[in-house]
């Protein structure tokens, strides 16, 4: 039940992540604020890895042709999920495309069922689906206030995501190295792809972003910080269980955003939360059952 823990961990420091986030980009544009996520967790994941062998050496990776492969598609698709979602955070109506965002879990289930070779319980399902219709009930999902162009924005986003998470959980598999270390390879390997992708296309196309980064550098350092700790989490996680699980007992981030929202914004949780987050919690339960 090790996935539970990192699961809660990655939930907490994803839900830190996203605040700040969301604040920087009322300052910086949306690659910039996407490399923000990856700019210093590089150096992180690497100590986090040292650490792993020091305390327990083991043999180092293989690279082969279908590793390098899970690992760069798993890089570019988070990178397009990133920059998905700080689109949405610009959005009048970002609720609504991040509840959808949220669909992840049901997508990575049924992604996994048709091209990945996973198969989940009946209850594993059925928490998968009370659990997306949780996201969408926190979300204000109704007809009147349904609009097209952030509900794709939310869709694709959560594809993204979930495409990311299928593939990062497939690098683990094949990695051919022992938990944690293999989920730790494939963490560092995935991030330093995506900073030295986001820096090159930032140099040539926003150069005047790295001044903008250093301006904010505190708050950059924290979101690089919390980002890091939220990834070791999932990428250990989903090495030890199936995405859609991960996923679905990750929506406890409402949770915790809620509870940031009301201790640090000062914004009150409305009653109307209140089944939404019953559901998730219903969810959760089913999953971690299963």
């Not at 879990?105 to 989940?120: E, T």
Request: aromatic residues 14%.
């Amino acid at each position: 039940m090790v996935w539970i823990a990192f699961t809660f961990l990655a939930a907490f420091a994803q839900a830190w992540r996203n605040a700040l986030q969301s604040q920087l980009s009322d300052h910086a544009s949306i690659a910039t604020v996407t490399l923000s996520r990856f700019i210093l967790a590089g150096p992180i994941a690497a100590l986090y890895l040292f650490g792993l062998y020091q305390v327990h050496p083991t043999e180092h990776i293989q690279f082969s042709g279908t590793f390098i492969t899970y690992i760069g598609a798993a890089s570019i698709t988070q990178i397009l999920a990133t920059a998905l979602m700080v689109v949405l955070f610009k959005q009048n109506n970002y609720a609504i495309g991040a509840g959808l965002a949220k669909s992840e879990a049901l997508v990575a289930a049924i992604f996994g069922m048709l091209f990945f070779g996973s198969a989940l319980s009946y209850f594993g399902w059925l928490g998968v689906v009370i659990g997306g219709v949780a996201v969408l009930i926190l979300s204000g999902f109704t007809i009147k206030n349904f609009n097209l162009s952030t509900a794709l924005l939310g869709l694709g986003c959560g594809s993204a995501f979930a495409l990311t998470s299928l593939w990062v959980r497939e690098a683990t598999l094949t990695s051919q190295l022992p938990f944690p270390h293999s989920a730790a390879w494939v963490l560092l390997l995935v991030i330093s792809t995506q900073s030295i992708l986001l820096s090159l296309y930032l140099l040539i196309k926003e150069p005047y972003s790295f001044k903008v980064l250093w301006q904010y550098r505190s708050k950059v350092s924290v979101i690089s910080l919390s980002s890091c700790i939220g990834s070791i989490g999932w990428f250990s996680a989903m090495s030890l269980q199936h995405v859609a699980y991960v996923k679905t007992l990750g929506q406890i981030e409402v949770f915790f955003t809620m509870l940031i929202s009301a201790v640090w914004l000062k914004q009150p949780v409305k009653k109307r939360d209140s089944f939404g987050l019953i559901l998730i919690a219903l969810a959760a339960c089913l999953v971690m059952l299963t």
